[in-house]
């Protein structure tokens, strides 16, 4: 009779640092130069403290919005002289350069992506190499997940969430004031495509996450008695499956938002107008 054998008391030991053969190494790297880049421009805009309004249009970049310096209350530019402070101002022009205008929205935005479950998989990879990769050995001596300080506040995600709606609907707003025309009236320029762009994608971003998804379906135990309910939870279920790629093409229209008012703003080049 065959003799059968314990199991192992010990897990086997594997010298081999990963099994895989294809290039699991691009996606951290890739990862890793496209936030560094990333981070380096929001930080230098944020802080730049000019460029940042065109009055004659009401153009006015995502990362100033909303603006609370003093330098927001009365901009001039060519002659056209505008506000881009919604809710008025309650910091001086003198605070130093580190404190941005958008002093009450820039951290709740930062706190939002930081926290959000695909940049998790997106850092943890590419700066904390934890994993780098699926079937990759993991680095790090002890794992505790976010049971401990600082990655239990995670689960602060989806408070995040709903400051994180508040500044898309000032964003919004944004972008019907930017409906304006040299005249005063009614006007579409280059401009106000980006700035809507840019508003439709963070809206796709912040409704396709996982916290909305919760919010509007969660603890529900019958469906057909919540028809309206189990309708939005369809609709943000079909869009979940892409908040990854959301949350990747809305720093590009962030950016390119951003860059495009200040090219405008600094007088750099005049906004393409289609009407007024």
Not at 14 to 28: A, G, L
Not at 157 to 175: K, Q
Request: aromatic residues 18%; charged residues 15%.
């Amino acid at each position: 009779m065959a003799t059968v054998e314990a199991p192992a008391k010990t897990r086997a030991q594997i010298k081999e640092r990963t099994f895989r053969t294809d290039n699991w190494r691009q996606y951290p790297v890739l990862t890793f130069v496209f936030f560094t880049a990333w981070v380096i421009y929001a930080t230098v805009r944020a802080m730049w403290g000019s460029a940042f309004f065109v009055p004659e249009y009401h153009y006015l970049t995502p990362f100033y919005s909303p603006c609370f310096n003093d330098a927001c209350g009365s901009v001039t530019l060519d002659g056209h002289t505008g506000s881009a402070a919604l809710f008025g101002t309650f910091i001086p022009e003198s605070v130093p350069f580190f404190i941005p205008y958008a002093l009450l929205s820039l951290p709740f935005l930062l706190l939002f992506r930081l926290t959000c479950y695909y940049y998790r998989k997106a850092y943890y990879r590419a700066f904390w190499l934890s994993p780098q990769a699926c079937g990759v050995t993991e680095p790090h001596a002890k794992y505790s997940g976010e049971t401990r300080f600082p990655l239990i506040g995670q689960n602060l995600h989806r408070y995040f969430w709903f400051a994180a709606g508040v500044i898309s609907l000032i964003n919004t707003y944004d972008a019907i004031l930017a409906f304006h025309g040299k005249d005063g009236g009614f006007g579409i320029g280059l401009g106000t495509v980006i700035l809507w762009a840019n508003v439709i994608l963070l809206w796709l971003y912040t409704l396709s996450c996982h916290s909305c998804r919760h919010v509007v379906g969660g603890r529900m135990k019958n469906f057909s008695k919540n028809p309206v309910r189990y309708k939005l939870w369809t609709w943000v279920s079909k869009i979940n499956t892409r908040h990854g790629t959301f949350a990747l093409i809305t720093l590009v229209s962030l950016v390119v938002a951003d860059f495009y008012v200040m090219l405008v703003a600094s007088n750099t080049i005049n906004d393409l107008r289609f009407f007024n």
